[in-house]
């Protein structure tokens, strides 16, 4: 059974601060992972992907992966209160799949002013 | 990032009929697109998995009769939720997928009274 699990929270940080997100997944024929941000009562919107091991930034988000320890997270530098939403960490199945996302539950962040 | 549009956004219709939800990649071609479904506070199901041109291959559990995908060009495919009932009221989200990435709908909302 593959799997991606999140801390289901709510993560409460306050104005300014960084928010860490974290997530991991079962399978380590995973080569791609996402995370999508879903408001409440919104459909899911695609923040960040990354490939391969390391950092890779974009703005005030940071996603990090480490493929030994099959663990990637997402780093929200200067939380903003419009940052508080529920963060879904994806993960696409290996090549040969249909390319279908397993996502997890999700981490819901809440930045207080 | 690549467009995905739904229709209707919100539907109210009566138990016992059918509705039909409609999901466009605006532009681009989307060979596999994806309907999810979920309900308040829960997180996202995957439904089935539409390839264009071929049979919808629905997840454990998902009632391929009751659900019925058409996914008839590269750049549609309906979701008809046959003799609606209550309980399938739910917040309905198509996906596309573009190379490797995966864009969403902003989804429809379905209550069945």
């Known amino acids: 059974q593959k799997e991606v699990e999140q801390n289901s929270g709510p993560l409460s940080v306050p104005e300014g601060a960084i928010a860490s997100l974290n997530c991991t997944y079962s399978d380590r024929g995973s080569q791609s992972f996402f995370w999508y941000r879903q408001y409440s009562g919104k459909s899911p919107e695609l923040i960040m992907f990354?490939?391969?091991?390391g950092d890779k930034e974009d703005g005030r988000f940071t996603a990090q992966l480490n493929k030994a320890s099959q663990y990637v997270s997402l780093l929200i530098r200067d939380s903003q209160p419009s940052d508080s939403a529920t963060y879904l960490c994806?993960?696409?199945?290996?090549?040969?799949?249909?390319?279908?996302?397993?996502f997890g539950k999700g981490t819901k962040l809440s930045v207080k002013p | 990032g690549a467009v995905v549009s739904q229709h209707p956004s919100w539907v109210i219709c009566k138990s016992g009929t059918s509705v039909k939800i409609e999901c466009r990649s605006l532009d681009f071609q989307a060979t596999t697109m994806f309907w999810y479904r979920q309900f308040p506070k829960q997180s996202l199901m995957l439904m089935a998995t539409s390839n264009e041109g071929s049979k919808a291959t629905y997840e454990q559990g998902v009632e391929k009769d009751k659900f019925l995908i058409n996914h008839a060009s590269l750049t549609l495919s309906t979701l008809t939720v046959t003799s609606a009932h209550p309980e399938d009221s739910s917040f309905y989200i198509c996906?596309?997928?573009?190379?490797?990435?995966?864009?969403f709908g902003p989804g429809t909302r379905l209550t069945v009274t």
């Open positions: 990354i490939y391969s091991n």
């Open positions: 996906s596309a997928k573009d190379t490797y990435e995966q864009y």
């Open positions: 994806a993960v696409n199945l290996p090549p040969g799949s249909q390319g279908n996302l397993i």
